[in-house]
């Protein structure tokens, strides 16, 4: 098995160009919500409401943290890059579309944020494709033995549990994820008998709003010429 755990996007844009304000007020209500105890799933028998309430609904703290922190991560540098308006637009929008998507489609009530946060992340990717992201790993039998056998453990443990930084290019990133989350979709798919399974299915669903929001938004915006040195 194998635990990424991302720590910092590492963009053009200078930390203090601009203030990641909207990024902040959707983490602020998410942690919000949830200290109040508000659930609100969507499924095919909710209101229509839940297509954007269920985007603010986690099922317990560890949920909560995952997806706060890889929208820190992600959506801090983002928010610089695109500003307020259009960042909102683009994880309201997404969150809309794959809320939408579940209302329709699913059996089941499904809650999170995670596929607007995947759409985050890709269009993180592809409109800063000079960042670097600097990841924690830790990895477990047998895939610690690989890891292994191309970076010689400092332990002899590491054989077995491995772990340390990693920086790897947006470019590459933006090819990996998406491979990540098919993987995991087409192996949930068919250990539950290619039902539909809302996890993975709803990152990718992100994926797919990401890149069509990149689509969507102006060119002044998306091919807006860089007015700093790489970082």
């Known amino acids: ?45 909710t209101g229509l409401l839940t297509i954007v309430l269920y ?33 909102l637009l683009v994880y309201l929008g997404s969150l809309v579309f794959v809320g939408l998507v579940g209302r329709l489609l699913t059996t089941t009530c499904l809650v999170g944020a995670s596929g607007a946060i995947f759409a985050v992340i890709i269009v993180a990717l592809m409109l800063m494709p000079a960042a670097v992201l600097e990841t924690a790993y830790l990895a477990l039998f047998p895939l610690s033995l690989l890891i292994g056998l ?8 590491n054989w077995f549990i491995a772990w340390g930084l990693v920086s790897a290019p947006a470019l590459a990133c933006l090819v990996l994820i998406p491979l990540m989350e098919l993987s995991d979709w087409l192996f949930s798919a068919s250990y539950y008998g290619w039902a539909w399974s809302w996890g993975p299915a709803a990152h990718l669903l992100g994926v797919l709003c990401g890149v069509a929001a990149v689509l969507m938004l102006p060119a002044s915006v998306t091919l807006r010429r860089r007015a700093w040195a790489a970082a």
Not at 56 to 73: E, I, S, Y
């Open 150 to 157: 191309v970076r010689r453990p400092a332990y002899g443990l």
């Open 55 to 87: 985007g603010f609904t986690h099922f317990g703290w560890w949920h909560l943290v995952m997806n706060m922190w890889a929208l820190c991560v992600f959506g801090n540098p983002l928010n610089r890059r695109l500003g307020n308006s259009y960042y």
């Open 1 to 45: 098995m194998f635990f990424p755990i991302p720590l910092e996007l590492k963009t053009a844009v200078p930390a203090h160009t601009k203030a990641p304000a909207a990024n902040a007020l959707l983490i602020f209500i998410n942690v919000l919500i949830f200290v109040c105890g508000g659930f609100w799933p969507v499924g095919p028998s």
